[in-house]
C-alpha cells in the first residue's frame, strides 16, 4: 500500500524542504488551497515516495506470479515519471500471450491499481523480455518499407488497428517521407491508419 504524505503551509519552497527532509526520494505536487477573504495563501503538498512504488509493484508480481503459477522476476527503472518494468519469465510466451495482449492487460491491471495518484502523472510501462521494443523495431521498418512502397506506386495503403501508442510512431514515420500523409480512421480497438500520397 502506498502511503500518500500530505503537508500544509504559506510557502511551497519550505514545504517541499520539510518533505524532502523527511522522505528520501519522492514524486511531489503541490496545490493551492481555498482560503478565506483575509486570510494568506496557503498550499498543500502532495508526496509518495519511489520506495513504495517500487515495493507496491514487487508485491502485484509476486501475487501475478503466484497467480499465474510462474516464476517471475523483474527489473524496475525509474525514469522520471515513467516507470519502467521489464518482466522475464520460465516461460515468456504465456506472459506475453497471443499479440501481446496479456502484457497489455498486466500493465492495464498495474496502471488501474495506481489510478488513485492520478495527480503524479505517472506512466506505468510494461515489457516481457523486451517484446514491445522489438515488436517496435520490427513496425518501424514495416512502415518505412510501406512509405517507399506508397511513393513508388502512389497507391495507398490500409495498416492493420494498432494501438494509440503505435499509431503515433507510424504518424511520425511518415512526416519524414516528403509528399506522403497518414491519417487514422475508426474507433479503438478496430482505429487504423491509412498511409497515403500528400493531398
Same mark, same amino acid.
Given at each position: 500500500?502506498?502511503?500518500?504524505?500530505?503537508?500544509? *503551509? /504559506?510557502?511551497?519552497?519550505? $514545504?517541499?524542504?520539510?518533505? &524532502?527532509?523527511?522522505?528520501e526520494d519522492?514524486?511531489?505536487?503541490?496545490?493551492?488551497?481555498?482560503?478565506?477573504?483575509?486570510?494568506?495563501?496557503?498550499?498543500?503538498?502532495?508526496a509518495i515516495t519511489k520506495e513504495e512504488i517500487?515495493?507496491?509493484?514487487k508485491s502485484f508480481i509476486k501475487e501475478l506470479s503466484k497467480n499465474m503459477?510462474?516464476?517471475?522476476?523483474?527489473?524496475?527503472?525509474?525514469?522520471?515519471?515513467?516507470?519502467n518494468i521489464l518482466l522475464v519469465s520460465d516461460n515468456n510466451?504465456?506472459?506475453? *500471450? /497471443?499479440?501481446?495482449?496479456? $502484457?497489455?492487460?498486466?500493465? &492495464?491491471?498495474?496502471?488501474?491499481s495506481f489510478k488513485e495518484l492520478n495527480q503524479f502523472n505517472l506512466r506505468i510501462i510494461v515489457d516481457v523480455s523486451n517484446y514491445k521494443a522489438k515488436k517496435?523495431?520490427?513496425?518501424?521498418?514495416?512502415?518505412?518499407?510501406?512509405?517507399?512502397?506508397?511513393?513508388k506506386t502512389k497507391v495507398e495503403v490500409k495498416l492493420d488497428p494498432m494501438n494509440s501508442y503505435e499509431r503515433r510512431l507510424v504518424h511520425?514515420?511518415?512526416?519524414?517521407?516528403?509528399?506522403l500523409q497518414s491519417i487514422s480512421y475508426g474507433e479503438t480497438p478496430n482505429r487504423y491508419t491509412v498511409i497515403k500520397i500528400k493531398d
Amino acid at each position: 500500500m502506498i502511503t500518500l504524505h500530505k503537508y500544509e *503551509g /504559506k510557502n511551497v519552497d519550505l $514545504l517541499k524542504e520539510q518533505c &524532502l527532509n523527511e522522505l528520501e526520494d519522492a514524486y511531489m505536487v503541490t496545490k493551492e488551497l481555498e482560503s478565506g477573504l483575509f486570510k494568506g495563501k496557503k498550499y498543500e503538498l502532495e508526496a509518495i515516495t519511489k520506495e513504495e512504488i517500487i515495493s507496491s509493484i514487487k508485491s502485484f508480481i509476486k501475487e501475478l506470479s503466484k497467480n499465474m503459477n510462474l516464476e517471475i522476476n523483474s527489473e524496475i527503472r525509474i525514469e522520471e515519471n515513467n516507470i519502467n518494468i521489464l518482466l522475464v519469465s520460465d516461460n515468456n510466451n504465456i506472459l506475453i *500471450g /497471443k499479440d501481446g495482449k496479456t $502484457l497489455n492487460a498486466i500493465q &492495464l491491471i498495474l496502471r488501474q491499481s495506481f489510478k488513485e495518484l492520478n495527480q503524479f502523472n505517472l506512466r506505468i510501462i510494461v515489457d516481457v523480455s523486451n517484446y514491445k521494443a522489438k515488436k517496435l523495431k520490427n513496425l518501424e521498418y514495416e512502415v518505412k518499407k510501406i512509405c517507399k512502397e506508397v511513393l513508388k506506386t502512389k497507391v495507398e495503403v490500409k495498416l492493420d488497428p494498432m494501438n494509440s501508442y503505435e499509431r503515433r510512431l507510424v504518424h511520425s514515420i511518415v512526416t519524414e517521407f516528403d509528399g506522403l500523409q497518414s491519417i487514422s480512421y475508426g474507433e479503438t480497438p478496430n482505429r487504423y491508419t491509412v498511409i497515403k500520397i500528400k493531398d
